[in-house]
């Protein structure tokens, strides 16, 4: 019996042993490895379907330097999207409500796309920091807001991950618990709240997915920004 409802958002342990690990290793294994063969199997066709498309609207906007990044994102979306939707069955682990977890994906990223901006283009990528056509008097202010915006873009990645699948999960138990009291005494209103519960549970899925979706492409946004 969980005695807070954020207990399960806590890494579960077996002898001792804390499950996080098989938990973001497991979305690897679900995938088919591509075949040799001339004609796939659909799941395989699918896939490959899915990742050229999500590759290509990815890629976009970014010019061809930007391209070396794309084995990088999909792969970073696909397992995402995996372990978020992998949240969702019962008697299971999101690593990402974990914040730790999602800064560990967006500091390094956030890091590589500000280096590689100053590596290549410096007066460009210091450029950003101030506004053209910007009154003298706010200069100073101007450089130390847009430093401070530029600063926080890895915190806002990995927070808008972790709250919005946290807020989900949340809510998807206080109405799950609401209907189990409500079942024994207001049959009609558990049923109606069921009804709720199974309509946030479809809401959850598309946010699972989108979440995973918007991360990514924040982070191939702040890249065309250095490209």
């Known amino acids: 019996m969980m005695t807070s409802l954020f207990d399960q ?6 002898m001792g042993i804390p499950l996080i690990a098989i938990a973001i290793a497991l979305p690897w294994v679900l995938y088919p490895t591509p075949s040799s063969r001339w004609v796939n199997n659909r799941l395989t066709t699918v ?3 899915f ?7 990815l890629m976009l906007p970014l010019n061809a330097g930007g391209h070396k990044w ?6 970073l979306m696909i ?3 995996t372990i978020n939707m992998l949240g969702l069955l019962p008697y299971t682990f999101t ?5 730790s977890l999602n800064m560990g994906f967006a500091v390094p990223l956030w890091l590589a796309t500000v280096i590689i901006g100053m590596r290549n283009q410096p007066t460009v990528a210091l450029g950003h920091l101030l506004p053209e056509g910007t009154p003298v008097p706010l200069i100073p202010v101007l450089i130390i807001i847009e430093t401070i915006s530029l600063f926080i873009r890895p915190l806002a990645l990995g927070v808008r991950l972790t709250a919005n699948l946290t807020a989900g999960h949340l809510l998807i138990q206080l109405i799950a618990t609401a ?3 409500l079942l024994p005494m207001m049959p009609t209103v558990a049923i109606l709240t069921a ?3 199974f309509l946030l549970t479809l809401l959850e899925v598309a946010v699972a997915m989108i979440q995973a979706y918007v991360f990514v492409l924040l982070l191939s946004l702040y890249l065309q920004e250095t490209l």
């Open 9 to 14: 958002f806590a890494s579960p342990f077996y």
């Open 47 to 49: 896939q490959g379907w």
């Open 51 to 57: 990742i050229n498309r999500f590759t290509n609207q």
């Open 70 to 75: 794309a084995l990088l994102l999909c792969s």
């Open 79 to 81: 397992f995402l999207i």
């Open 95 to 99: 690593p990402t409500t974990q914040l």
């Open 179 to 181: 209907v189990y009291v």
């Open 195 to 197: 009804t709720v519960l």
